[in-house]
Every structure is written in structure tokens, then in C-alpha cells.
């Protein structure tokens, strides 16, 4: 019974195409994140939202639309891939952001753009 | 602007002795400091964590230890185990925002 959950867990796919990663919570969390791990395993916070609401957006080029459709789910839209968007994309979420301190993970999804 | 840095990106340390693992960071609003244990092909896993406010918190074999003035966190692991090793990452939470390190490989020697 995972806590935080994404699919697909790799995905390979050419450049220029369109593709979504899922992620749903059952911790009944207000909080949701997107963070991208790259190829120098740095991980770095993409969005937040909070009770469906977007939060943060750190600079993130539009091509990356989070979906928020309640609060347990946040789905991540990538548009008109580019070789550069390869990495792992690591869904989490808190209860209260930066309250008991405790980001919970999911198992990844790694994006590989040919 | 790397707001939060793990310098060493690995360590090796003998089975049953400390390891000692490293952070620094600079954003002075952080409320809480973290740190997460990764296995590879898995999520950062949640280890330990301390307030602000705390200069020290311990869980079992972890203490976290903070020095607001000197703007560094330590994870203490005593005695290490080889199921230790792993990437341990620290991070530095405000509203909304979790800030990582960029990871220290620490490989327990048995």
C-alpha cells in the first residue's frame, strides 16, 4: 500500500513529443511536490501546490504543466520534449510544508528523451 | 545559488565505527533541517530531522547536530552498519519548499 505512487516508473520517448507522469497520495496530505533529479543526482523542486492551488513554480519553462485535480493527485504534463528533460522526476508530498519537517517520496520516474 | 551543500560527495567508513556526514547551508529562514537516505532505482527515504530552534536530535544509531551560527548540520551514524550505504542527502524546508544538498555517497566497509 505505497503512500506516494507515479507511474509510469521509466518511460522513453523522442524528442519533441508529449508525455505525463502520475501521482497520487494516500496520506492524505494538502501538500504535493515535483522535484527533477538530474544526471548530477542534484534534486531540485520544480512545483508545490497546496490544496490544488500552485504554490511555487521555480523557474520552470512552460513546457512543464503540473495538474493539480484534488488535492491527492498531481500530475506532471511535459510538453515538446528536449534531450535536456531526461532525468528522474520524484513526486512527494508533506502534511503542512516545512511544519513536522517530513517530505514523503515517491519511487521515481525516469524520463529518458531520444 | 546553491542554498544548501554537502561538500563531500562520498565517504567510506569501517563497519561498527562513526560515520559523520556534512551540510552547510546559507538561507537563514529555513525552519527545519532534514536528512533522507537513497537507495538507488528508490525515493529519498525520511531519516531524521531538526527544528531550527534545536541544536540537537537523536533517533537510535542518528543524531542530527545543528550550529546556527557556523550555518552547518552533521548526521552522526554510530555504529555504522553496511545497510548504511547509501546516498544521504540533507535538506533545509521553509513554507512550500524543500532546498536538498547535492548528496554524499557514504559506503559502510564490513
Known amino acids: 500500500d505505497t503512500a506516494v505512487s507515479q507511474t509510469p516508473k521509466y518511460l522513453v520517448t523522442q524528442m519533441g513529443n508529449d508525455k505525463s507522469i502520475k501521482c497520487e497520495q494516500n496520506?492524505?496530505?494538502?501538500?504535493m511536490y515535483w522535484y527533477k533529479q538530474d544526471s548530477k543526482k542534484f534534486l531540485k523542486i520544480m512545483f508545490s501546490y497546496n490544496n490544488k492551488e500552485l504554490i511555487i513554480n521555480e523557474t520552470v519553462p512552460n513546457r512543464f504543466s503540473p495538474k493539480s485535480p484534488d488535492k491527492a493527485h498531481l500530475n506532471l504534463h511535459i510538453n515538446s520534449l528536449e534531450l535536456g528533460d531526461s532525468a528522474v522526476y520524484f513526486c512527494?508530498?508533506?502534511?503542512?510544508?516545512?511544519?513536522?519537517?517530513?517530505?514523503?517520496f515517491g519511487e521515481g520516474s525516469r524520463l529518458t528523451v531520444l | 545559488d546553491q542554498q544548501v551543500k554537502q561538500n563531500s560527495p562520498s565517504l567510506s567508513v569501517q563497519e561498527g565505527r562513526i560515520s559523520i556526514l556534512n551540510c552547510d547551508y546559507t538561507?537563514?529562514?529555513?525552519?527545519?533541517f532534514l536528512w533522507y537516505k537513497k537507495y538507488p532505482a528508490e525515493g529519498p527515504t525520511f531519516l531524521i530531522s531538526i527544528s531550527s530552534i534545536k541544536d540537537k536530535n537523536e533517533d537510535g544509531r542518528f543524531t542530527v547536530f545543528l550550529n546556527k551560527s557556523a550555518k552547518h548540520l552533521s548526521l552522526h551514524i554510530v555504529p555504522s552498519q553496511p545497510g548504511d550505504s547509501a546516498v544521504y542527502f540533507c535538506a533545509g524546508a521553509g513554507t512550500y519548499k524543500y532546498i536538498f544538498g547535492t548528496g554524499t555517497r557514504l559506503k559502510v566497509l564490513a
Open positions: 538561507n537563514s529562514m529555513f525552519d527545519y
Open positions: 496520506l492524505g496530505h494538502d501538500t
Open positions: 512527494a508530498s508533506s502534511q503542512e510544508p516545512g511544519a513536522t519537517g517530513e517530505l514523503f
